[in-house]
């Protein structure tokens, strides 16, 4: 039996410089977070995300598609795909382009608040849940962690 080979993703990652790309990060956030999921607009606009590291998802038209952040204390938070682009490795994707930059900074570990819904995602790239269910924007999160090797 032959098989097929696997078609490459239709979409890269990368590192960008937030005052290029911020208009495209902001239109997925808000979309996502805003739109989708009722949190505020003022609790998603933040005024420092021009300190922190991006990570933006491109379709083959180079239209952004996921997005997700790492402060320099190792939190990854932002994680946002837009609808059409989940279940597809997109936000895999974003957050080993973070965890690779978290890497290169000589971080031990990296945390994050999950969604609790998006608990099964994290845990299943390594990371371990600390503490109870706790509310954040109006919607159940998990504090989670990862080493680093």
Avoid at 38 to 47: A, F, R, T
Avoid at 58 to 76: C, Q, S, V
Wanted: charged share 25%.
């Amino acid at each position: 039996m032959t098989k097929t080979p696997a078609r490459p993703p239709s979409y890269c990652t990368a590192i960008v410089d937030w005052h290029r790309h911020q208009s495209v990060i902001r239109a997925i956030r808000h979309r996502v977070f805003v739109l989708e999921q009722g949190v505020s607009e003022d609790l998603e606009i933040d005024p420092s995300d021009c300190r922190h590291t991006h990570a933006l998802a491109f379709d083959a038209d180079r239209n952004g598609i996921a997005t997700g952040r790492l402060l320099a204390d190792g939190r990854i938070g932002r994680m946002a795909v837009l609808e059409a682009w989940r279940k597809r490795g997109v936000g895999g994707a974003i957050l080993q382009c973070l965890l690779d930059a978290a890497r290169s900074r000589g971080l031990k570990a990296v945390a994050l608040n999950a969604q609790v819904h998006a608990r099964a995602f994290y845990a299943g790239r390594g990371f371990v849940e600390r503490g109870g269910v706790f509310m954040e924007a109006g919607i159940e999160h998990i504090a989670m962690t990862r080493a680093l090797r």
